[in-house]
């Protein structure tokens, strides 16, 4: 693999963001050190163990261990790092505004070790306007020697899909630099050299598309940078929301939601992608990004009401699965309800704000026994939802054996091959609210309700009935 210049990296934080940024510029052939204060964690990687689960993450860190060091210990990586990413989490608070002390503990630290050269320091973390500003303070504040030209602040804002990280990585639509100092800019193009040209040896798993050409380059100033990161995850909750909205009007009308996106979808100026129907949308970003705008334009008493739409929209699909429910079912206490899916999305292990909790909060409240199944988030699920009362399964068979209903939460791939017809047989009542649209023909056996199209028996439920 070509590198023109090998640099020095930190990356603060190894969740998502940071794992992923730490693997991948390691694999473009920089020295890279992860910074994280969980010792547990650090054990894990330093064992080449991925903590969190991303298709190809753990073969990429294989292949790029060379290159690698984890550690707890700031010290031993900032001194010499040309370029410092800040990946740690901004969870949303009560009020919608992101917390920010873990971006304002991890700058301090990074402050006290830096030595003096020129070093840049990457806001990755999603954060609202003005932070890059905020953090150039702290930094002057608690370098040992301020040094105010030698230390800049870059914006860098992550546009990754957790389940397609890799690709998103290595093949990505743009890169987005915000500084107001061009050395910061400078280093950065340096940094991301291999991708800007892509001349790096693409992984076997993750092979560059026939199609794919550059990135585009996207330089501008701090603030806008911020801005483009929320503006963007805002747009898609927008899409997401929006073509729920329309889903819940084509029932009344009797109009199917999936040929209608499929019909919007072909105009260039909309696009198909985010337009599907369903339980609504659920991880880390979407939710946090779009109350943190909120909060932001009431902080400067200006108000976002198509944002606040797209919100109440949202919380209404996560009602609205367990209202299909209830129509078939009436009363759900004593009931058993097989929920398939517990990850946000599928292909990842995340559970933040997934509609499956609500989704099983809301079961049990009603009296109904949950049992619960997912490929891949069920062992995270079991320290992270230890709160909730569900029973766990170990297939997908097991867990709709002797069910009621069946709620198809997330559209995992093996859900959506699953030999409907034989699976609906061990349930009670062959009854499936698919909020995922997963099921494409239906059954010969059972009845399928979905967002936004009309309720499908199959003829031989219908005779039974």
């Known amino acids: 693999m070509q590198l023109n210049q090998s640099l020095n990296v930190a990356v603060v934080g190894t969740g998502y963001v940071g794992l992923g940024t730490a693997v991948m510029l390691a694999y473009l052939g920089h020295r890279v050190t992860g910074i994280d204060v969980d010792q547990n964690k650090i054990d894990t990687l330093n064992r080449g163990e991925m903590p969190i689960y991303e298709p ?5 860190l294989i292949d ?5 060091t984890w550690t707890t210990d700031y010290a031993s990586a900032i001194p010499e790092a ?30 006290q070790n830096l030595n003096g050269k020129l070093q840049v320091v990457v806001n990755k973390s999603t954060v609202p306007v003005g932070t890059g500003d905020w953090v150039a303070r702290i930094i002057e504040e608690h370098a040992v020697d301020s040094h105010a030209n030698r230390y800049v602040v870059v914006s860098n804002p992550e546009f990754l899909r957790e389940g397609t990280a890799l690709y998103d990585s290595l093949y990505p639509d743009r890169i987005v630099l915000g500084s107001e100092d061009g050395r910061g800019i400078a280093r950065m193009r340096d940094l991301y050299a291999p991708l800007l040209d892509q001349t790096f040896d693409p992984p076997a798993y993750v092979p560059r598309p026939v199609d794919y050409d550059r990135p585009e380059l996207v330089t501008t100033g701090l603030s806008s940078a911020e801005m483009i990161k929320y503006a963007a995850n805002a747009f898609l909750a927008l899409k997401i929301s929006f073509a729920n909205e329309i889903a819940g009007l084509c029932e009344r009308v009797d109009a199917d939601i999936q040929e209608v996106t499929r019909g919007i979808g072909h105009d260039s100026r909309i696009g198909p992608r985010f337009l599907s129907a369903g339980a ?21 008493g200006y108000t976002m009401p198509i944002l606040k739409a797209a919100i109440e929209v949202n919380r209404r699909q996560r009602h609205l699965v367990i209202a299909k429910l209830q129509q078939h079912l009436h009363r759900l206490k004593g009931k058993r309800i097989a929920v398939l899916g517990m990850a946000f999305k599928p292909n990842t292990d995340d559970l933040r704000d997934a509609p499956a909790h609500d989704c099983i909060v809301r079961l049990t409240d ?29 297939s997908v068979e097991t867990a709709l054996r002797g069910a009621d209903a069946v709620i198809v939460m997330t559209e995992w791939a093996e ?27 239906i059954p010969a056996f059972g009845e399928v309700e979905q967002i936004g199209r009309k309720s499908k028996a199959s003829a031989l439920s219908e005779v039974t009935a």
């Open 64 to 68: 790029s261990r060379h290159n690698l």
């Open 366 to 394: 009603l009296g109904a026994t949950v049992v619960a199944h997912d490929p891949i988030a069920m062992d995270r699920a079991r320290h992270e939802w230890s709160h909730l009362n569900y029973v766990e399964a170990d």
């Open 56 to 60: 190809g993450l753990d073969q990429l």
């Open 280 to 300: 609504g949308w659920g991880g880390s970003c979407f939710g946090k990004d779009t109350s943190a705008l909120i909060s932001t334009g009431e902080e400067y």
């Open 415 to 441: 859900y959506c091959d699953l030999d409907w017809n034989q699976v609906l047989r061990g349930m009670r009542r062959p009854l499936v609210i698919d909020a995922r649209g997963v099921i494409k023909d």
């Open 82 to 111: 040309d370029v410092i990413f800040i990946c740690v989490g901004t969870p949303p608070m009560p009020s919608g505004q992101p917390d920010l002390r873990f971006v304002a503990r991890a700058a301090q630290t990074i402050a």
